[in-house]
């Protein structure tokens, strides 16, 4: 099975811009869960997405926001960057069967620099 | 915040057995213990998890107190592919799928 795949895997955008970041999960996959690491702050959790619908959220600013479409794809947008909006940004996908640990598997990640 | 607490670093010989400790005092009955770890620039990878039984998986294994209030990970025959940042994290099975992370222990595997 091919892992979850992250795109793009690097990017620099500058203060002020928005951008959004796309998240493959394995197939068959229909939980996927973002995560913000930095030097500073370690690895945070964003948000999580099962069947197109958040169901928890992290401590983060409404500027950080996501969706996931029918085919378990997620996006997440990051609007108005800020300097300390630079950092890896980790999607993670597992497969939600019911009554049993599904493991997190995350993707390579997407290093975002802002300028 | 984290609820457990890991020396923020370590060193094994490569062949040799390397032993993670963790302690998690505030660990609720229905709380699970979970191990990942994260290699340089790459996400982190589940190793494996446990209630209070020991477990073994082909990874590692782990060995959890019988008061539940700290556990050990046991990479048996550490290799230089081991040396990553090894994070322990207690949550309830069935609840949330956010994971806390703490700092971690970096160990470094050295030849």
């Known amino acids: 099975k091919a892992g979850v795949t992250q795109t793009p895997r690097y990017l620099i955008k500058t203060r002020g811009q928005q951008v959004t970041l796309s998240c493959s999960p394995i197939?068959?996959?229909?939980?996927v869960s973002w995560y913000q690491q930095t030097p500073g702050q370690g690895l945070q959790f964003l948000f999580e997405y099962f069947s197109e619908t958040q169901r928890n959220k992290g401590n983060f600013p409404g500027r950080f926001s996501g969706r996931q479409f029918s085919n378990s794809r997620s996006e997440m947008n990051v609007s108005t960057l800020e300097l300390g909006d630079s950092a890896l940004y980790l999607c993670?996908?597992?497969?939600?069967?019911?009554?049993?640990?599904?493991?997190?598997?995350f993707g390579p990640g997407t290093r975002l620099t802002v300028l | 915040d984290a609820k457990t607490t890991q020396p923020p670093s370590m060193d094994c010989a490569e062949g040799r057995a390397a032993n993670l400790p963790c302690n998690h005092s505030?660990?609720?009955?229905?709380?699970?213990v979970y191990w990942y770890r994260q290699i340089h620039s790459q996400g982190p990878q589940y190793i494996i998890h446990g209630l209070k039984n020991n477990e073994t998986n082909e990874m590692a294994s782990l060995i959890i107190t019988e008061d539940r209030k700290s556990s050990t990970l046991i990479l048996p025959h550490a290799t230089l592919r081991d040396t990553a940042v090894y994070y322990c994290i207690v949550r309830a099975q069935g609840g949330s799928e956010k994971l806390v992370f703490g700092k971690g222990t970096k160990l470094t595997v050295n030849p």
């Open positions: 197939s068959g996959h229909r939980s």
């Open positions: 993670a996908s597992r497969s939600a069967l019911a009554g049993l640990y599904n493991e997190q598997f």
């Open positions: 505030t660990i609720s009955g229905n709380e699970y």
